[in-house]
Each structure stands twice: as C-alpha cells, then as structure tokens.
C-alpha cells in the first residue's frame, strides 16, 4: 500500500465512514487548510530561524513515531487524522493562536509548533 493511502485501522478513525479515495481527497483538504492557515508562515519562519527549524523537526519526529512510520513518514489519511485530532483537543481546551500576522515566531507554544510539525510532515510527503 502507498504512504499516501496507508491507514492502520481502515474504516475507523476521523475519516473511516469513507471509501478510500474519498478518505485521501478529504485528508489533502485537511492539510492544505491547516498549510494555508498556519503552515506556510510557520515554514517560512523556520527558515530564517535555525532553533525553530530544529524544535519542528523533534515534533515532526514524535508524530512519525506515533503514526507507527518513523522513517517513510505517516500517509495523508492517517496525518489528517492526526492533525484533526491535535485540533479538537485544542478546541475543547479553548486555545486560541493569534492571527499569524502577531505571532512572536521565536516564542511558540506547544500547539503551534506540532502544527506546524504536521504541515511540514505534509510537504515532505508531498500531501500538499
């Protein structure tokens, strides 16, 4: 199976109601929105800021080995899924990011910086 369509429990989790394509289509729809939201600055600040790059790169690392593919990465599916997960539990815990136009990039917390992480986990798969 491809990285792309790869999913450890097919027909569970956030995007198991769906046929497979569908899955894929609507995990790429995932993360193109959290990349154009907050994905794109956030990459674009982590190459001016080496210290930022790095701390992306240790959570880009804990989700590999979470989503069970440390060295190929987790595909789209499984990667969106994640990602919705790390958004609804910052929905039920009410955190909020500044708009990306007022964030101090050197001082992220932890959300952020895992959102970030799951972006640039797409780009290297090429998801988005």
Same mark, same amino acid.
Request: hydrophobic letters at 55%; zero cysteines.
């Given at each position: 199976m491809s990285n792309d369509t790869s999913y450890s429990a097919a027909g569970t989790g956030a995007f198991? #109601?769906?046929s497979e394509a569908t899955r894929r289509s609507v995990a790429r729809s995932t993360l193109n929105g959290l990349m154009t939201w907050l994905g794109e600055p956030g *990459? !674009?600040?982590a190459r001016e800021a080496a210290g930022l790059q790095a701390v =992306? #790169?240790?959570h880009a690392a804990a989700i590999r080995d979470a989503l069970g593919d440390p060295q190929h990465g987790p595909g789209a599916?499984? *990667?969106a899924g994640y990602a919705t997960g790390v958004r609804d539990a *910052? =929905?039920?815990a009410q955190w909020q990011l500044p708009p /990306? /136009?007022?964030i101090d990039w050197s001082n992220l917390e932890w959300p !952020? *910086?895992?959102l970030i992480a799951i972006c640039a986990l !797409?780009?290297?798969g090429g998801f988005v």
């Open positions: 198991g #109601d769906f *990459l !674009a600040a =992306i #790169d240790q599916v499984p *990667l *910052l =929905i039920e /990306t /136009t007022e !952020a *910086l895992r !797409a780009r290297a």
